[in-house]
């Protein structure tokens, strides 16, 4: 049956009704504190260097703070816990070993088992349809960069730069690259067996061109019943709309569901820096405005194609998960349509998360994983995003304060 009734993200009640007054207050005060740039950029300075000098209790007031608020644990079974939580109100889970950016074959091959264990574990619990995956996690990034920088170089369909800029690889650089090939596949095959997505998610933008022809090489294997594998769309960057219109081409032409996380993005500081600094012209959009349209536009293209495309919205922009819903609406489609998704980030935007599971749409936390030191990057991120008032905290504030007044 479709649920055509209006869908409301400011209902506090069933926002927070995963939380206690204890946790509530919790987030509160963190939340708070997160509102305070000048705190958290000392933060941001401090933390890296005091886990590396093993610092004495530093551990253990990240556990007890901002780890517990946006992370599910320092181990998989650590994550049952929340996993089992959310699954009482209709919420999924997306899993995400939190390692970033360690790099040595050893630790890509253990990087590729632990992936490994989250699908097959993930396969035994009821709420876990996805596990994300960063391919930094498994591949070298200077050969990632190399990669970017030469398919750069050539003109033409994605599939064919790629091709091209294999050739220009050494033969070491060939058979590394191989081998990254083979651990993506391995994965993927896992996915697929086991019936979990697996979720690519979208890095800097000098090395994402590789990411994107090894992801579709995926697609065109793994996708073609139903769609198992998903790259990432960075909508803060002016070039990938066009990038989503393409890919769909080429899954109609090729026969697969091209599957697709849209994001706004993480880096954007990094890369207008970066833009500055190396003097080229910035792939992000000079306004959110312009980031917006795009994401908005990006949306309504996915829903218009839901034939070819499965689509997860992975935002905490309120509008564009009502135009989403109101999209849905429209069309006539069922709240949980199988080829669409809604994701937040554990710990943020429950007002989202909570009111769509309760009208029936398939919605999920995005919930990272892994001992402290290795979610550092993570964490610094989060607090990072929450740290101007007038944004995100401002807002989870407003909604904690709403909540605690009406439980008194
Ligand atoms: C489930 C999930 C998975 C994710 N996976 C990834 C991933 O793989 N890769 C990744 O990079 N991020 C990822 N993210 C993080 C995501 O990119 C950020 O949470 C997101 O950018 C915040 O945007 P928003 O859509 O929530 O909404 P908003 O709060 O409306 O938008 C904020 C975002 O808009 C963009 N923006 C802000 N100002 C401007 C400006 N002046 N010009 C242009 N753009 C601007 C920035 O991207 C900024 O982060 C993921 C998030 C979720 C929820």
């Known amino acids: ?102 790099e040595g074959e050893h630790n890509f091959e253990h990087a590729r088992d632990e992936f490994k264990k989250v699908i097959t574990y993930a396969s035994t619990q009821p709420n876990i349809p996805f596990m994300s995956v960063k391919i930094t996690g498994f591949a070298r990034f ?86 198992v594998i998903y790259n990432t769309i960075q909508l803060y960057r002016h070039d990938r709309l066009q990038f989503l219109i393409d890919a769909h081409t080429a899954a109609v032409e090729r026969n697969f569901i091209f599957g697709i996380k849209l994001v706004r993005g993480a880096y954007m500081e990094k890369e207008r820096n970066r833009a500055v600094e190396m003097n080229y012209a910035s792939p992000i959009h000079t306004d959110k405005e312009s980031c917006d349209h795009d994401f908005n536009a990006s949306v309504e293209f996915c829903i218009s194609h839901l034939d070819k495309i499965s689509v997860i919205i992975a935002s905490h922009n309120e509008h564009s998960n009502l135009f989403t819903t109101q999209l849905l609406d429209k069309k006539g489609l069922p709240h949980n349509h199988p080829h669409v998704h809604f994701s937040q980030l554990f710990g943020m935007s429950d007002n989202i998360t909570f009111n769509l599971a309760k009208s029936g749409f398939s919605v999920s936390k995005y919930l990272p994983f892994g001992p402290i030191q290795d979610v550092i990057p993570y964490l610094m991120r989060r607090a990072q995003e929450n740290s101007s008032v007038s944004g995100q905290t401002g807002r989870e504030l407003n909604l904690i304060h709403k909540e605690l007044q009406r439980r008194k």
């Open 1 to 102: 049956m479709i649920d055509q009734t209006q869908i409301s993200f400011e209902n506090t009640e069933y926002a927070f009704v995963a939380k206690s007054n204890t946790e509530l207050k919790k987030a509160n005060f963190l939340f708070s504190i997160m509102g305070k740039p000048w705190l958290v950029n000392a933060a941001l300075k401090i933390t890296p260097l005091a886990i590396n000098l093993h610092i004495p209790f530093i551990k253990t007031l990240i556990r007890k703070t901002i780890f517990n608020l946006f992370v599910g644990g320092e181990t998989l079974e650590e994550t049952v816990k929340v996993a089992n939580r959310l699954e009482k109100y209709n919420v999924k889970v997306i899993l995400d070993y939190g390692v970033e950016g360690k």
């Open 142 to 227: 200077s050969l990632l960069e190399k990669l970017d920088e030469e398919m750069r170089k050539f003109s033409g369909a994605l599939m064919k730069r790629y091709l091209c800029a294999l050739d220009m690889l050494t033969d070491n650089e060939k058979e590394e690259w191989h081998r990254v090939r083979l651990r993506t596949q391995q994965l993927c095959e896992e996915g697929s067996k086991k019936n979990i997505g697996v979720l690519i998610d979208a890095e800097d933008s000098w090395i994402q061109y590789p990411v994107d022809a090894l992801v579709m090489l995926m697609m065109d294997v793994f996708n073609k019943e139903k769609p």
